[in-house]
């Protein structure tokens, strides 16, 4: 068992250390190696009270050595009166198997705190360079409403309830029929005006029909974080994604100039199809619903032009860019961020709303600060043996995190061992069979003499130089796992035509798999939504073999319509 040199930093709460020791400096320890060297560190106590008085935070901050262990390792920090901490090989599981670590208490020693419900704050070890290594970073579970905001509505006599009478964060929306007839031709919502739009989803009814949704916008491209002049479009399709027709819009622009931004259209265990629109207002700081996730759900799916239940306010950050995980109990958890903090270091920004069948909040988990990660993007599966697993986007490809307690804590495990999806979003999703699906960017990026390559290898190992389109955000490519996620060994391309990015998926009642994501969202001539039907057996030969799939259908692009934009347009 190899043990890189990496820094262990770790926040524990702790009883009953006694105030006169609030900024002590406790003795120095020395970790002894087997290479015939140690390693010294001092450990810090600093004393916050909390509630009763009687919790208290300690902070260990150590740098470890190479270390090479034969045995079961056990490292003590601390000494006499003070509580020990020690780290023991726990055998654990991993990508490649590693072992796992974890913190334990001694005999003698004050009981450490590890239960979120007892205020559990974070703990972990930081492995960001170790290989074959399972590194550790633990958050707490925190209550919702201290997140979310209090999604508490007013009364429905209540000014802000009756627009245009008064306006706040609460001020329920609506969506926007479209295209019926009898409309007027020359509605502001109309295809040949839109100049940009992206980040599409999908979903399918039972009865074959499907909707997309996605945003866009006739005036300019996304402008976060109001998303001025921008709303989200829902289309469908009866024809199995021949042709498409626009129906409804969410659209704030008539509550103070809001926006829309990342739709969402997913499916909860009772087949229902619900949207999620992400709502933006300038409040000029004076509400704290500026952004608002709203939740209509499908009363009539197999229409296109369906009724809807009255908008469920979730809460005030970005909750509709990744499809909640569905447990079998019909519990759902939500993947969360806070794109206003995008961008600030040391912020804790990715969380995952836990909530039970009935939509009542159960928890809030939260991941330790990662200054690697910038738009998360997290998605959740749930493995064979009832842990979670999700990839984060990140700087330099997909990180890792697991949960063994069904999303109340997580481990950071670092970047995944194969590059992919730079920066950019993937989605995961288990299938029917129990394979796990991933759709992601199938790019890698090395540098020579200081200037990057951007490359992809191909089923024999062999890398080639991408040169038409080098970006990262290309070559959107299905990938399967038969173990989990541990390894994705097939895979499928299905579109590498410019940029390409944002993946959305759903499985048909027959297997089939449903992919849209969008095409050069601002570029003159493309803004494309595209939609790939394809199979397992499909992705397992490389190729498409079933008759009834196809691949790049367009959903959208304003060009042929009219639309789009042009030469000398600046958006």
């Known amino acids: ?286 509400d704290e619903f500026a952004s608002s996730a709203w939740e209509f759900t499908m009363l009539n799916p197999e229409n296109e032009h369906t009724t809807w239940s009255a908008p469920r306010l979730l809460g005030n950050k970005n909750i509709s860019v990744m499809k909640p995980l569905i447990f079998p109990d019909g519990t759902i958890m939500r993947s969360m961020d806070d794109f206003k903090l995008v961008g600030i270091a040391d912020k804790v920004r990715i969380r995952f709303l836990k909530e039970d069948v009935n939509g009542r909040p159960i928890f809030v988990s939260e991941f330790p600060v990662d200054n690697d990660a910038a738009f998360a993007e997290q998605m959740p599966i749930i493995r064979k043996d009832g842990s979670l697993f999700t990839f984060y986007r990140a700087k330099n490809g997909q990180k890792f995190a697991e949960s063994f307690d069904g999303g109340k804590s997580w481990t950071l495990g670092g970047y995944y061992p194969m590059q992919f999806s730079i920066n950019t979003k993937c989605i995961l999703k288990t299938l029917p069979s129990g394979r796990v699906l991933l759709v992601a960017n199938d790019v890698q990026i090395t540098e020579e003499n200081g200037k990057r390559r951007y490359i992809y290898t191909d089923e024999k190992g062999k890398e080639h130089e991408i040169e038409k389109h080098k970006t990262a955000r290309t070559r959107m490519t299905a990938y399967l796992s038969d173990d989990d996620a541990k390894t994705f060994t097939h895979k499928m391309l299905l579109c590498d035509d410019g940029q390409i990015s944002y993946p959305s998926a759903t499985i048909s009642k027959d297997g089939f798999i449903y992919i849209v994501y969008d095409q050069g969202r601002g570029e003159i001539g493309q803004h494309t939504i595209f939609l790939s039907k394809i199979t397992e057996e499909d992705i397992l030969a490389g190729k498409l073999i079933n008759g009834k799939s196809y691949l790049n259908n367009v959903v959208s692009r304003p060009s042929d319509q009219g639309g789009g934009r042009r030469e000398g347009d600046k958006i």
């Open 1 to 286: 068992m190899t043990l890189y040199a990496t820094t262990l930093y770790t926040h524990i709460q702790c009883r009953g250390y006694p105030a006169s020791h609030a900024q002590d400096e406790l003795p120095d320890v020395t970790v002894s190696s087997n290479l015939g060297f140690g390693c010294r560190g001092t450990l810090l106590k600093s004393h916050q009270r909390q509630l009763d008085g009687e919790k208290r935070r300690c902070i260990v901050s150590r740098d470890w050595l190479r270390e090479q262990w034969s045995q079961p390792a056990t490292a003590i920090l601390g000494s006499y009166e003070y509580p020990e901490f020690r780290l023991v090989d726990t055998n654990s599981r991993d990508l490649q198997k590693p072992r796992k670590w974890e913190l334990t208490t001694m005999q003698n020693q004050v009981p450490l705190v590890r239960l979120a419900a007892v205020s559990l704050m974070a703990w972990g070890i930081v492995s960001s360079h170790m290989h074959g290594f399972a590194g550790a970073l633990y958050a707490q579970t925190v209550e919702p409403e201290s997140v979310l905001g209090d999604t508490t509505m007013p009364p429905t006599e209540d000014i802000s309830q009756n627009f245009p009478y008064g306006i706040s964060g609460k001020t329920p929306p609506s969506l926007t029929k479209i295209n019926f007839e009898g409309q007027e031709p020359y509605h502001k919502h109309r295809i040949n005006l839109r100049i940009f739009q992206g980040c599409p989803q999908v979903e399918i009814s039972a009865g074959g029909r499907l909707w997309a949704t996605w945003f866009g916008s006739n005036v300019q491209a996304e402008r976060a974080p109001f998303h001025k002049g921008q709303f989200s479009v829902i289309s469908t399709s009866a024809d199995d994604g021949k042709t498409w027709k626009e129906v409804f819009v969410f659209d704030p622009s008539e509550l103070l100039g809001g926006g829309a931004s990342d739709p969402m259209l997913w499916k909860d265990h009772r087949g229902n199809i619900r949207f999620i629109g992400l709502r933006n207002i300038d409040f000029k700081g004076k």
